[in-house]
C-alpha cells in the first residue's frame, strides 16, 4: 500500500496562524467557536457568584438589624417594667417608711435586690447595675462592683446628662466563629442597655418627665437569637454556591453537547467539501478523458499488439530486437492499464446488485496474485468461509479486493504475510486486509485515498482511490489504519448486519 508524503499544510502557514492568534487573541477559532461562549459562562459564573454573595450579605445584614432592633425593643420594655417596678415596689415604700432612698443600709439593697430578681427571672440578664448621678455603681447584682465610679462609661454619663437611651452589641466571636461555627457559647453574643431610671409621673409632673433616679445599666445573653441569623447566612451562601454551580454545570453541558454537535458538523462539511471537490476533478477528468481517449487507445492498441507480434517473431527467429521490442511491448502494456484506470476513476460505473459470496471473490483474486505474492516472497492467506454474501457487483468488488491484496504484497518486505480475515465492525459485516509491511505513516491517512497521491515511484496514485470508490458506490466504508503489532491493515465495512 502506499505510504507517504508532503504534510497538507506548509510551515509558513501554520506559523501565519500563530502569528495572527497572536495578534488577536478574542478572535474566535473557527474550528471551536465555542471558545468564546465557554469564556462568557466562566464570567457569567463569577458574576453570579459576586452577586449572590452581595445579595446574601445584604440578607443576612438584613436579617441582623431586625433581630438587633428586636432584642432593642425587648430591652426597652424590660428596662421600662424594671423602672415600673423599682418604683412602685421599692422607691415608694422606702420613701414612705424611712424618709429617704439609702442602699449602704443591708435591708433596702436586699429588697432592692428581691424586686430587681423577680423581675428579671428567666429574661437571660447577665448582668444589672444601677448607678448614682456622680456615675458610681449604687447597685449591682454583683456586690463586689458596688461603689466603683469607672464602669459606666460614656454612655452612662450621656443618661445622666440628657437622659439618652442607648444599645450596644458586644461579641466574642472571630470571623471563622462567624462563617464556619457550628454552635456558639452562651455569652457570645451581649446586647448592653444604657436607661436612665426616672419616677413615674404623677399629679406632681404629669407634662415632664419624673426626676431622675438612676441610671440601669443591663446585659443580655442574645446569643441563641445571634446564632439562628448565622445559621440563616450560611444556608444562604451554601445555597447561592450549589445554585450557581448546578447553574454553570448546565450551561456547561449544554455548551459541551453543543460543541460537540457543532464539530460532527464540522467534518461532515469537511467530508462534502472532499467529496465535492473529488466531483469536480471527476467531472474535469470526465472531460478531459473523453476528449483524447479515443486519439490515445487506438494508436496505443495498434502500437501494442504490433509490438506483441514483432516480439513472437523475433523470439522464434532468435533476433537481436528481442528485449527492445520487449521493453515496448510492456511500456506499451502499462500505459494501456493507466489510460483505464484513467477513465475507471473519472467514470466509474453504476454497479449491477446481487448476492456476491465474499469468499469466492476473494478465492478468485488470492489465486491470480500468488504468483506476484511468490515473487516477492509473500505468503497470502485468507480465512473467509463460504456464505460471506453481500449485496453488490461481484466484478467491481474482485477489482477492489485484488488491488487491496496487490497493494498489500507489494508493501510487504521480502518474507512478509498478508492475511485476509472476516470480522464484525459495531455490527457489521467487514472484511481485514492485513499486512506485515512497514505501515501507514499515521499524519497522512486521510491522504492515501486521494487520487494521484503515491510514495511509488512509477505509481499514478489512482489505485487506492479506485478501490474507495467501488466500495463507496456500494455503500460501504474503507477505514485504512496501522495493525496493533505494526503493518498496514485495510477494513471494509460492509451495511448487511453481522
Known amino acids: ?107 433596702q439593697y436586699e429588697r432592692l435586690a428581691q424586686v430587681i430578681e423577680s423581675t428579671i427571672h428567666s429574661f437571660h440578664v447577665l448582668d444589672l447595675r444601677i448607678y448614682d448621678e456622680q456615675n458610681e455603681v449604687a447597685f449591682s447584682t454583683d456586690v463586689k462592683q458596688v461603689g466603683n465610679n469607672e464602669l459606666g462609661g460614656e454612655a452612662v454619663q450621656a443618661a445622666i446628662d440628657s437622659g439618652k437611651i442607648s444599645f450596644e452589641l458586644l461579641n466574642s466571636l472571630s470571623i471563622w466563629d462567624v462563617l464556619v461555627g457550628i454552635n456558639l457559647e452562651d455569652g457570645d453574643v451581649v446586647l448592653r442597655t444604657v436607661y436612665p431610671l426616672r419616677a413615674e409621673r404623677d399629679l406632681r409632673f404629669r407634662d415632664q418627665p419624673g426626676p431622675l433616679l438612676g441610671i440601669l ?41 453543543a460543541d460537540r454537535v457543532l464539530d460532527e458538523r464540522l467534518r461532515d462539511k469537511d467530508r462534502l467539501e472532499k467529496e465535492l471537490l473529488q466531483n469536480e476533478k471527476l467531472a474535469s477528468m470526465g472531460r478531459m478523458v473523453a476528449s483524447i481517449a479515443h486519439e490515445i487507445r487506438n494508436p496505443l492498441g495498434i502500437i501494442r499488439s504490433s509490438a506483441e507480434l514483432l516480439l513472437k517473431r523475433q523470439k522464434a527467429e532468435g533476433g537481436a530486437n528481442v528485449k527492445m521490442l520487449e521493453a515496448i511491448f510492456h511500456e506499451s502494456k502499462r500505459l494501456s492499464q493507466t489510460v483505464n484506470d484513467f477513465l475507471d476513476y473519472a467514470r466509474p460505473r453504476q454497479p449491477s446488485l446481487e448476492d456476491v459470496d465474499l469468499e469466492k471473490v476473494v478465492r478468485h483474486a488470492v489465486g491470480f496474485l500468488t504468483q506476484e505474492g511468490q515473487e516477492h516472497g509473500v505468503a497470502v492467506e485468507s480465512s473467509l468461509t463460504e456464505g460471506y454474501v453481500v449485496q453488490g457487483d461481484r466484478d467491481l468488488l474482485y477489482r477492489g479486493f485484488y488491488n487491496l491484496i496487490s497493494n498489500a504484497i507489494q508493501a510487504c518486505d521480502d518474507g512478509g504475510q498478508v492475511r485476509i480475515m472476516p470480522v464484525c465492525h459495531e455490527g457489521q459485516m467487514a472484511v481485514l486486509v492485513q499486512d506485515t509491511g512497514t505501515g501507514f505513516d ?33 455503500g460501504a466504508e474503507m477505514i485504512l489504519r496501522n495493525g496493533p503489532h505494526g503493518g498496514a491493515e485495510a477494513l471494509v465495512v460492509f451495511s448487511e448486519h453481522c
Open 442 to 474: 499515521s499524519k497522512q491517512l486521510d491522504r492515501y485515498v486521494e487520487p494521484f497521491f503515491t510514495t511509488k515511484d512509477t505509481g499514478t496514485g489512482l489505485g487506492l482511490a479506485i478501490t474507495s470508490s467501488i466500495f463507496q458506490i456500494h
Open 217 to 257: 445599666e443591663l446585659t443580655q445573653d442574645i446569643t441563641s437569637d445571634y446564632e439562628t441569623v448565622l445559621h440563616l447566612q450560611r444556608l444562604i451562601i451554601l445555597t447561592t454556591f450549589m445554585g450557581s454551580a448546578a447553574l454553570y454545570g448546565l450551561i456547561f453541558f449544554l455548551i459541551r453537547k
Open 1 to 107: 500500500m502506499s505510504r507517504g508524503c508532503e504534510p497538507r499544510h506548509s510551515l509558513f502557514h501554520i506559523f501565519d496562524l500563530g502569528q495572527s492568534m497572536k495578534l488577536n487573541p478574542f478572535r474566535v477559532d473557527p474550528a471551536h467557536p465555542f471558545q468564546l461562549v465557554k469564556f462568557l459562562s466562566i464570567s457569567t459564573l463569577v458574576l453570579i457568584l459576586a452577586s449572590s454573595s452581595l445579595m446574601s450579605v445584604f440578607m443576612t445584614n438584613y436579617a441582623k438589624s431586625a433581630l438587633l432592633k428586636k432584642n432593642q425593643a425587648f430591652a426597652r420594655l424590660l428596662a421600662e417594667n424594671l423602672n415600673h417596678q423599682i418604683y412602685r415596689r421599692f422607691t415608694l415604700p422606702v420613701v414612705l417608711g424611712f424618709g429617704r432612698v439609702e442602699l449602704k443600709r443591708n435591708d
